[in-house]
T-cell receptor, first 116, second 113 residues
């Protein structure tokens, strides 16, 4: 079976510091990968998605970047955090379209980032 | 691009009563509609989904209906229980190929004991 791991669970970082959040998927190959942000009490904002190694699509211009150095690894980064970067960050994966089963996303457990 | 609207944003229901959450979508090519439940501090979890060749799907106390002509779909929870309290998100898949879901804005469901 497939599993998704996301860490850390919580993070408190000062303004201007760098950020690195990591997400890995096990039990499948060539998944589509996604980073979402959720502000308190708000909906899901898609930040980045990737359909393959080195392939990153950005949905919203911002202070963040994403990378996919390996097939099942997705990293969210920032060189200098802003207060507005605070939020709940979620990684998700899905089967890419190739006739494989299912179309839904499976989300990780999330990282709560507080920028102080 | 696809636009998904979800109503209501908040819903309070007496325990044991039914809850209905409705979503509309804009892209007539959308063909997959999942529902997610998000408990406090956790990631959303898929609870039920429906594909465009089906009008209704049930799983115990949860059901989803789809009206492709009107471009809307609904989540029905019967015999609600306190553990149903959560935020629910609908979504639609319109960009077949990279599986990019468009999410609704969420409904905060509160079950009143």
């Amino acid at each position: 079976s497939q599993t998704i791991h996301q860490w850390p669970a919580t993070l408190v970082q000062p303004v201007g510091s760098p950020l690195s959040l990591e997400c890995t998927v096990e039990g499948t190959s060539n998944p589509n990968l996604y980073w979402y942000r959720q502000a308190a009490g708000r909906g899901l904002q898609l930040l980045f998605y990737s359909v393959g190694i080195g392939q990153i699509s950005s949905e919203v211009p911002q202070n963040l970047s994403a990378s996919r150095p390996q097939d099942r690894q997705f990293i969210l980064s920032s060189k200098k955090l802003l207060l507005s970067d605070s939020g709940f960050y979620l990684c998700a994966w899905s089967f890419g379209y190739s006739g494989r089963q299912g179309y839904g996303y499976t989300f990780g457990s999330g990282t709560r980032l507080t920028v102080v | 691009g696809e636009n998904v609207e979800q109503h209501p944003s908040t819903l309070s229901v007496q325990e044991g009563d039914s809850a209905v959450i409705k979503c509309t979508y804009s892209d007539s090519a959308s063909n997959y509609f999942p529902w997610y439940k998000q408990e406090l501090g956790k990631g959303p979890q898929l609870i039920i989904d429906i594909r465009s060749n089906v009008g209704e799907k049930k799983d115990q106390r949860i059901a989803v209906t789809l009206n492709k002509t009107a471009k809307h779909f609904s989540l029905h929870i019967t015999e609600t229980q306190p553990e149903d309290s959560a935020v629910y998100f609908c979504a639609s898949l319109s960009n077949f190929g990279n599986e990019k879901l468009t999410f609704g804005t969420g409904t905060r469901l509160t079950i009143i004991p």
